[in-house]
């Protein structure tokens, strides 16, 4: 074995330690001088240790920071994006409401209704004249002459500008002119005996069936009624047709209507039936109306308007619809483009997402592989994992160097229920941290793989 010096050098080195300070005190100086320069020589290996100590010491540390601040952001991120799914179950659950509502009026459920539209309007969002209007509507069917019309009441004093107030005031007409009738269902004529003849009608003289299509949809029947009079309409493929749907779509009639007939144009698929939802959607501010343009444009396939409205809508909650809308219309080149002039990192993300809606694996590979945002990076490998592609998130594990990343295979490993693969990335990684957050997802997932892994650990 080689003898060492304390200073950490060989025996030969001792000799050339010596050497060099004979050297030194050959050197023409005063002897307190020699003595300091020796000194300072002997002390020299020390102050190098010390000093790589500090220096790795300083790297570990700016290491810490660098992963601190990685995890800061990627809290910050995800809170956020937590905010946004709150915002858009909040949404969806309000929209839930309507629906519900609107389905129990259609029902003759008015109870139910009453109670649906009331939840709904508790809540303040967007749809609450709309709430109170139906709410007041089957109070009136229920004969509560009093309750329908204290919130039609509050319907005209809290929304004066609502489109909804010109339906209210013609409802609260009709309570009043009937007050102290109890309500007759058998006084109700036969809508279904009507909307046959009214079909005839339209199919035979539309110039005859328009007003009276009109005078219904102005009138006070039920809303269930009214949309199927409006289909009944948009059966017939008439030029009165034509018309009346374009009135109802650009909003001379209420708002339930106008989307109604909003649904129905798109199914006519027509030059004209076109060119009215484009300006419909250019010159409307009800993003509900805009909303249901979208998707109208999913009934008929027009990626063109879709990619228009993704590409320059100003509102992003309608820009993220309308690039999810293009993603299942597969309109994979229109989202390439929207992606390589996209600045945004979120609605980039958005893109990635409509990709992965349209089943576009190649395009997910690609940003997995070659895009340098790591947070883009990152959403194209969770998305890989969805996709089935363990091949690939192999490949990325094995040549990444971003934890982050790696971190995000075994994310899509987990969530993609892969325990193969991660039993494979336990096995192999060195890095113990990796290794424990691999046997931590393991142990969440029940699999008879990554339990047989686990008894292995526990045999060692």
């Known amino acids: 074995m080689i003898a060492t010096h304390p200073f950490g050098k060989t025996f030969f080195g001792r000799i050339v330690l010596a050497s060099l300070a004979a050297s030194l005190l050959l050197l023409p100086a005063s002897q307190t001088a020699r003595a300091s320069r020796l000194r300072a020589f002997i002390a020299l290996p020390q102050d190098v240790q010390a000093q790589s100590e500090a220096d790795e010491a300083r790297r570990e540390r700016e290491q ?97 500008q609502s489109r909804w107030k010109k339906d209210a005031e013609a409802l609260e007409l009709e309570v009043k002119q ?92 027509s030059d004209r039936a076109h060119k009215t939802l484009s300006e419909v959607y250019g010159s409307s501010n009800d993003e509900s109306v805009k909303r249901q343009i979208i998707r109208s444009y999913l009934l008929s396939g027009d990626k063109a308007s879709l990619f228009a409205a993704a590409k320059n809508e100003k509102n992003e909650s309608l820009r993220r619809e309308a690039i999810r809308t293009l993603g299942l219309t597969g309109g994979t080149s229109e989202l390439e483009q929207l992606y390589q002039s996209e600045t945004s990192t979120d609605l980039k993300r958005e893109i990635l997402q409509a990709f992965f809606l349209a089943g576009d694996s190649k395009r997910m590979e690609q940003a997995a592989l070659n895009e340098k945002d790591i947070e883009l990076r990152r959403s194209a490998i969770r998305n890989l994992g969805l996709m089935g592609h363990s091949d690939l998130l192999q490949s990325i594990y094995a040549k990444e160097t971003d934890r982050s990343l790696k971190e995000e295979v075994l994310n899509a490993y987990f969530i993609s229920g892969n325990a193969k693969g991660l039993v494979a990335i336990a096995r192999a990684e060195k890095d113990p941290g990796l290794k424990k957050k691999a046997v931590e997802k393991l142990s969440h997932m029940g699999s008879k793989e990554g339990n047989d892994y686990l008894m292995e650990i526990l045999e060692k």
């Open 178 to 269: 009937s007050s102290g009738q109890k309500p007759n269902p058998d006084a109700e004529p036969d809508k279904d005996l009507k909307a046959m003849a009214l079909r005839a009608l339209w199919q035979s003289d539309a110039e005859r069936a328009l007003p009276i299509t009109e005078k219904i949809l102005n009138g006070s029947d039920s809303p269930k009624y009214k949309a199927n009079v409006l289909f009944v309409a948009a059966q017939s493929g008439s030029s009165q047709a034509m018309e009346l749907l374009t009135k109802t779509a650009r909003g001379q009639s209420n708002p339930e209507l106008q989307r109604k007939a909003i649904e129905y144009l798109s199914m006519f698929g």
């Open 64 to 160: 810490e920071q660098r992963e601190r601040e990685r995890e800061r952001e990627d809290e910050k991120r995800e809170r956020e994006q937590d905010a946004r799914e709150r915002e858009q179950d909040r949404l969806d659950h309000l929209q839930e409401l309507y629906d519900d509502g609107r389905e129990a009026l259609d029902d003759d459920h008015y109870e139910q209704a009453v109670k649906k539209f009331t939840e709904l309007a508790q809540m303040n969002g967007p749809q609450t004249d709309a709430a109170l209007y139906w709410k007041a509507y089957a109070e009136n069917k229920l004969g509560k002459k009093a309750a329908a019309l204290a919130t039609i009441a509050e319907v005209k004093s809290k929304y004066a």
